[in-house]
């Protein structure tokens, strides 16, 4: 069965750090896509961050540019996301996501796999 996982998420207050991890089962996720996304209360779901699968290309929304870092993670089969500088705003449920593509993208569509969810939430 195919199956991601995050963890990682919980309550923060402004200016604080966390760090997200995607694990994988069923299937490697060296093979795919890998984004990150999230929805907060009321709004719908947007893309925070994807790594592609060839060349490891990386994108970020332009909201969490300079805050957020993508990688492949050194535990085998995890995605991290370190999330650094933390704002209300970005208090939101995370999802991370794999799509089968070489290249990733932050639009949700074209994702495959969803793992369900961490609640990340920034406040004082």
């Known amino acids: 069965q195919l199956q991601l996982v995050e963890s990682g998420g919980g309550l923060v207050q402004p200016g604080g750090s966390l760090r997200l991890s995607c694990a994988a089962s069923?299937?490697?996720?060296?093979?795919?896509?890998i984004g990150w996304f999230r929805q907060a209360p009321g709004k719908e779901r947007e893309g925070v961050s994807c790594?592609?699968?060839?060349?490891?290309?990386?994108y970020y929304a332009d909201s969490v540019k300079g805050r957020f870092t993508i990688s492949r993670g050194n535990t085998k089969n995890t995605v991290t996301l370190q999330m650094n500088s933390l704002k209300p705003e970005d208090s939101a449920v995370y999802y991370c996501a794999a799509d089968r593509s070489p290249f990733c993208g932050l639009g949700d569509a074209r994702y495959d796999y969803w793992g369900q969810g961490t609640r990340v939430t920034v406040s004082s």
């Open positions: 790594i592609s699968k060839t060349d490891g290309r990386i």
């Open positions: 069923g299937f490697t996720l060296d093979y795919y896509a």
